[in-house]
Nanobody, 125 residues
Framework: QVQLVESGGGSVQSGGSLRLSCAASLYSFGTFRMAWFRQVPGKKREGVAVINKEGTTRYSDSVKGRFTISLDNAKNTLYLQMNSLKPEDTAMYYC???????????????????WGQGTQVTVSS
């Protein structure tokens, strides 16, 4: 059973930083990628960043240069370091996992079969 548990959300002022964590239990699987998505009420869920088992990363244009995704294999934890936060980064952030046979760093929402419960990030101006 794959379980994903996010933490680290909160409220911060514009220009500030937050680090999200996602405790995962899937490192024994052959091929996987993990990602962060975010969603604002009434809008489509957006892929923010993804990292695969080999450490290759990909970011959405809206966060490139400000956010960093990383994996700590020893702690079985996925992170999202968010710097220079903007009010438009306000959203519910979800950790997601793909387990399968396809390599790469796709951020297609439909690829990811496992999701956390979400953690709220609020950035005030």
């Amino acid at each position: 059973q794959v379980q994903l548990v996010e933490s680290g959300g909160g409220s911060v002022q514009s220009g500030g930083s937050l680090r999200l964590s996602c405790a995962a239990s899937l490192y024994s699987f052959g091929t996987f990628r993990m990602a962060w998505f975010r969603q604002v009420p009434g809008k489509k869920r957006e892929g923010v960043a993804v990292i695969n088992k080999e450490g290759t990363t990909r970011y959405s244009d809206s966060v490139k240069g400000r956010f960093t995704i990383s994996l700590d294999n020893a702690k079985n934890t996925l992170y999202l370091q968010m710097n220079s936060l903007k009010p438009e980064d306000t959203a519910m952030y979800y950790c997601a996992a793909y387990i399968g046979v396809t390599a790469g760093v796709s951020l297609l929402e439909g690829d990811f079969g496992y999701w956390g419960q979400g953690t709220q990030v609020t950035v005030s101006s």
